[in-house]
């Protein structure tokens, strides 16, 4: 079993449509939560980061934890085709410099 | 955040080859990762390099294979020795800066194809 599991998609929404991307683990230790974006060709652009559990929000994205769950969530709100890209879920120990990451799920918004 | 460069952004190698990539940031960092993105998959840690340490690899990453260097607290470069096709792959440096400790950021990513 993967330590963290990410539905890969592709996932295909309208532009303006609320999208949800979803992660799981198994690692009851990790302590630190992060959504990457990934444009084709180019290198993971760090866009939310969190500590335990708790939302976070950040103008159209808002990333939620739920450690007794080991779940985390990124919510995209009014989406926009320029948000098409594969988003990355990564989690981390409090311990160690590994981040662990899940395989993107694969996000077009049509306009 | 720091601007991490990488080069080459691209090449196309034959089997047996080595090619060395180079990392530069526009600031002093601690701790620079180098991670491989194959083809459909997600990001594996190669290794953990500190400026005057030898580097950290993981699981199924040897010196051998993989040697790094790390000169200084901005530069960092990634040898893949002795290629193969299997080898091909984004590779892609990384680092954490000042501010917290846990966020990391990631360069352009080197695209090796090994022919």
């Known amino acids: 079993q993967k330590e963290v599991e990410q539905d890969p998609g592709p996932l295909s929404v309208p532009e303006g449509a609320i999208v949800s991307l979803n992660c799981t683990y198994s690692?009851?230790?990790?302590?630190?939560f992060m959504w990457y974006r990934q444009y084709s060709r180019k290198g993971p652009e760090l866009l939310m980061y969190?500590?335990?559990?708790g939302n976070k929000e950040d103008g159209r994205f808002t990333a939620q934890v739920d450690k007794s769950s080991k779940y985390i969530s990124l919510f995209i709100r009014d989406s926009q085709p320029s948000d098409s890209a594969t988003y990355l879920c990564?989690?981390?120990?409090?311990?160690?410099?590994?981040?662990?990451f899940g395989e993107g799920t694969q996000l077009t918004v049509n306009p | 955040s720091a601007v991490i460069s990488q080069k080459p952004s691209r090449d196309i190698c034959q089997r047996g080859t080595s090619l060395t990539i180079q990392c530069q940031v526009d600031?002093?960092?601690?701790?620079m990762f180098w991670y491989r993105q194959q083809p459909g998959q997600s990001l594996t840690l190669i290794a953990t390099?500190?400026?005057?340490?030898?580097?950290?690899?993981e699981s199924g990453f040897v010196i051998d294979k993989f040697p790094i260097s790390r000169p200084n607290l901005t530069f960092s470069t990634l040898t893949v020795s002795n290629m193969s096709p299997e080898d091909s792959s984004i590779y892609l440096c990384?680092?954490?800066?000042?501010?917290?400790?846990?966020?990391?950021?990631f360069g352009p990513g080197t695209r090796l194809t090994v022919l």
């Open positions: 969190t500590y335990s559990s």
């Open positions: 990384s680092l954490r800066t000042g501010g917290s400790d846990n966020e990391q950021f």
């Open positions: 390099a500190n400026q005057g340490s030898e580097a950290t690899y």
């Open positions: 600031s002093q960092v601690t701790m």
């Open positions: 690692n009851s230790a990790f302590q630190y």
């Open positions: 990564a989690m981390k120990e409090t311990s160690g410099s590994r981040l662990t």
